[in-house]
C-alpha cells in the first residue's frame, strides 16, 4: 500500500527548507537581490513538493493524509510555510523567515527522523471519521497562525531591546508593525483554532471514544494552548494591552502548541498515542 514516490517529496522539501532558512539567514541584512529572490523561490518550490506529497500519499492512502505523526508533521510544516508565504506578500518583506522558518525545518527533521514511522497502515476504527480530518486540519491551520505569532512576538522582544541606530532597528518592522502582526495572526489562528481542535475534537472523541471529553493528556494540553491564547485576546482587546506582554504570551503559547503536538505524545501516554 506505500508509495515511496510521496516520501521521497517530503525529502525533498525539507532540502528546499533547509536552503530557504539558510538563504534567509543570509540575507538578513538585504531583503533585496538575486539571493534573497532565489530563497523565496526555493520555498515555494519545497511548498509545492509537499502540497504533491501530501496529494500522492492521500489517493494511496484512500484518507486524508493526517492520521499519524509523520503526516502530521508534513500537513503542519506546510500549513506555516503557506501562513508565512502569505505574511511576508503582506509585509513585502523577508525578515520574519529566520524566525519562522526554523520552526519549519525542525518540524521536517523530526518527521524525517528514522524512527519516525512512514508506512501507510490501515486505520484503526477511531480514526476512520471526517470529524477526525476536520479536527486535524483546523487545528494546524491555526497553529500555523500561532507560528506566524510567535516569530513577531521573538522579533518584537529583539527589537524592543535593540539600540536606536542598531542592526535589529534598522532592519525589523517597526514595534507597532510586529505588535499588530502578533495580533492579527492570532485573532485569525484562534477561532479556526477553537473550532477544530476543540468543537471538532469534541465530536470526534464521541465517535471514537463515546464521550466528548475524558481529560486524555491531548485534550488537556490543547485547553491549556487555548487558554493561553483566551488571555492574549482578553488582554489585547479588553484591557487594550500592547508591547512586551502580548509578545511574551504569544511565545509561550506557541511553545504550549509544540509540547501539544510532541510533549504530549513523548512524555504522556494517553488516547492519542498513535498521534
Known sequence: MNNPMDVSLFYIAFVCYGAAMLISFLTFWKQTGRLASTGSIILLA?????????????????????????????FFSAAIVLAYLVTENRLKNRVLGPFVLPVVFLLMAFSSL??????????????????????????????????????AGIMFLIRERAVTGSFAARTFP????????????????????????????????????????????????????????????????????RGRLIAWIAVAGFLATLFTLFG????????HSYM
Request: glycine share 8%; proline share 4%; no cysteine.
Open 46 to 74: 519545497g511548498f509545492g513538493f509537499q502540497v504533491a506529497g501530501l496529494i500522492i500519499r492521500g489517493v494511496t492512502a484512500r484518507f486524508m493524509p493526517v492520521t499519524n505523526m509523520y503526516e502530521s508533521l508534513n
Open 114 to 151: 528514522p524512527s519516525t514511522s512512514k508506512e501507510i497502515v490501515p486505520l484503526i476504527p477511531a480514526l476512520q471519521s471526517q470529524w477526525l480530518v476536520w479536527h486535524v486540519i483546523l487545528s494546524f491551520i491555526g497553529e500555523s497562525a500561532f507560528a506566524v505569532a510567535f516569530g
Open 174 to 241: 517597526a514595534s507597532e508593525v510586529l505588535d499588530t502582526l502578533t495580533y492579527r495572526a492570532v485573532a485569525f489562528g484562534f477561532p479556526v483554532f477553537t473550532l477544530g481542535a476543540l468543537v471538532f475534537g469534541a465530536v470526534w472523541a464521541k465517535y471514537a471514544w463515546g464521550d466528548y471529553w475524558t481529560w486524555d493528556p491531548k485534550e488537556t494540553w490543547a485547553l491549556i494552548t487555548w487558554i493561553v491564547y483566551a488571555v492574549f485576546l482578553h488582554v489585547r482587546i479588553t484591557r487594550g494591552k
Open 264 to 271: 504530549v505524545n513523548y512524555l504522556l501516554s494517553g488516547l
